[in-house]
């Protein structure tokens, strides 16, 4: 009987051991957060109503990060409960507002949430939207249906387009506050002009700007206000001649067809519009309307399993002549060998990612903490990006372990070309004997021998201070914007409280500077064009390797 009650007496003890070690090994549980505020109109001060809040956890990993989501109630007044400690990113959205900028010149704002927490005396406000109105004219006056109304300003702005109707009305809202270009797009068929007996002639209208030019640059920007409309912005559509482009396909297989001519518009952003035709049997095309400016022609024949054959492309200028004889030459796609060439040995070796904790430089760890020799050697890669005005996609190859690569299956075309460790810039690539500086290599005629690609790591650097006329701007965005048709290589900076700024890493060449606002288009700068409203604080630079430039900039009053 003793031992009896002595084993149930050791189990007891055992049971209440086992508990308590299981209590000392699992961590303690976080009390949730919380919480509570409310958003109201920025421009009148009253509470909005279904605005919809929404806190969304910042590297909470998985699929997709967690959020957190409610809506205001009649006093404009929300509550969030439950929530992990965490930082927190702040989002909202009601239709006919928008969210304004901070004072950092951001959409976006954040908040960290302990344990425990309550925020309960959050105040945010939502801005309401503005809309263009007006119409679209011929050149007589007359109104014109079916044109598309586009207004170019902020990206990320929604409802910024319409269509025009039967009195050449549109309408254009919720638009952020902000500066816009409104362009007309009327319709437009690629056919032959009419032959009329009767004394009229056909007319080809292009898209035309308000009031009523050709060119962004030219442009009136209209200024939109908050909960405001701009009405009367009619848009007279600009006349010019219907030209004809013609030519002939060349070098196409034997019995090859439905061979497609692409032309494509380069845009501001590099990615213009595209449009297209077929070549008849005997390989001679022709194509109408096409409005003034640059475009690139290529021919195209498609084969089985998505197989592409391309012919050198061709650049025109499209003015107020027709435009004959083209020759659109077939390139079969062709493999290219080349080498790497390195003016240091830091630009031939990447830098090795940081050591682990316990684990020293150099040095890679196997099973049971035991070293197992260095690290694999970082990745280097070459990535060939299609330059503007041409319809490729980009195409990698590794550098191999003697310096050499090769890609294969390319099509002709103009590229840039881009290295995988930064931050080694690409200096110069040389085509068979000709050498050019840069990052550009030109396989628009197709292969020209192998290529060699040099590459150095020795970059410049700028830094200086932004300011308005009130003194240095605190959290001021500085563009760095490549000058067109450069190399690939767009960076921004955000200035700190005394309103100095740091570019590091940038490779040799010419380039802008200058201090965002608002209607700041990322996507139209990376290519170094659409620049023409910063012209009064833009300021050039020519960065050379070595370089530690000073620039002090210029900021508009109304950059954050």
Known sequence: ?????????????????????????????????????????SLTGEPLLRAHIQLQLVGAGGPGNQSYGAMTNSEGKFSIAKMPPGHYMIMMDRIGFVVPLNTAGNRSSDITLGAGDKKDTLKLTLTPVGAITGRVLDADGEPVQNASVVAEGLTGSGGTNSTTDDKGEYRIGGLRPGRYRIKALPQALPFP???????TTDAHYSPSYYPGVLTAASATRLQVQPAAQLAGMDIRLVRTPIVTVSGKVTGAPEGAKNISIQVQRPSASGFGGSSGSQAKPDGTFDLWRLDPGKYTLTASIFGPGGMRMQSAPVDIEVTSANI??????????????GEMRFDDEQARRPQQPP???????????????AQAGPPPAALRRITLRPASGNMLPQTMADVGADDTFQFE????????????????????VRVGSTETEGDLLDLRNGPAGAI???????????????SDSKGPVS????????????????RTAMAGQDGTYTIPNIPPGKYKLLVADDDFNMGTARTGNGLEDYADIMASVEIHPGDHLTKDLKARATAK
Request: aromatic share 6%; net charge negative; hydrophobic share 40%.
């Open 1 to 41: 009987m003793h031992r009896v009650i002595s084993g149930v007496c050791l189990l007891a003890l055992f049971g209440a051991a086992a508990v308590w070690a299981q209590s000392q090994t699992q961590p303690p549980v976080e009390q949730p957060a919380s919480v509570a505020g409310v958003i109201t109109n």
């Open 193 to 199: 002009p009419e032959i009329r007996s009767d004394g």
């Open 324 to 337: 004959e004889h083209l020759e659109l030459r077939m390139v079969a796609p062709f493999d290219l060998t």
């Open 355 to 369: 050591a682990q904790p316990g684990q020293s430089q150099g040095q890679g760890q196997g099973q049971n903490g």
């Open 409 to 428: 299956k390319l099509q002709p075309g103009l590229y840039h070309v881009a290295l995988s460790w930064p931050p080694v810039y690409v200096k110069s």
């Open 452 to 466: 060699t690609i040099a590459a150095s790591s020795v970059t410049g650097q700028v830094s200086g201070t932004a």
């Open 475 to 490: 959290g001021a965005l500085v563009a760095l914007v490549p000058e067109p048709d450069g190399r690939q290589f767009f």
